[in-house]
Nanobody
Framework: QVQFVESGGGLVQPGGSLRLSCDAS????????VGWFRQAPGKEREFVAT????????DYTDSVKGRFTISREGAKNTMYLQMNSLKPEDTAVYYC???????????????WGQGTQVTVSS
């Protein structure tokens, strides 16, 4: 059974940092592309970042380039999203997802975490 446990969300002031983690159990992440998406209240789920199965390729939405870093650690079967210089517009529920290939659309991913809330506010 594929399961994810997301953690690391919370309340942070503008300019602050958070690191989201997504721990997988019941299978290995090694053969999957990983993606992070977010959904703000009243808005559609949007792509944030993706990384290929071997970590050799990454892609980010323009609004987070230079601030967010996606990574994966095979030994821990965990994926991460390091978020720096956070802005109020980054406030959303963040979801990790797995798919066969890295992509920017939600339909390309087969497995999803439960989501973790990130709130950026002073």
């Amino acid at each position: 059974q594929v399961q994810f446990v997301e953690s690391g969300g919370g309340l942070v002031q503008p300019g602050g940092s958070l690191r989201l983690s997504c721990d997988a159990s019941g299978f290995t992440l090694d053969y999957y592309a990983v993606g992070w998406f977010r959904q703000a209240p009243g808005k559609e789920r949007e792509f944030v970042a993706t990384i290929s199965w071997n970590g050799g390729s990454t892609d980010y939405t323009d609004s987070v380039k230079g601030r967010f870093t996606i990574s994966r650690e095979g030994a821990k079967n965990t994926m991460y999203l390091q978020m720096n210089s956070l802005k109020p517009e980054d406030t959303a529920v963040y979801y990790c997802a797995l798919g066969d290939i890295p992509g920017t659309t939600a339909s390309m991913y087969d497995y999803w975490g439960q989501g973790t809330q990130v709130t950026v506010s002073s």
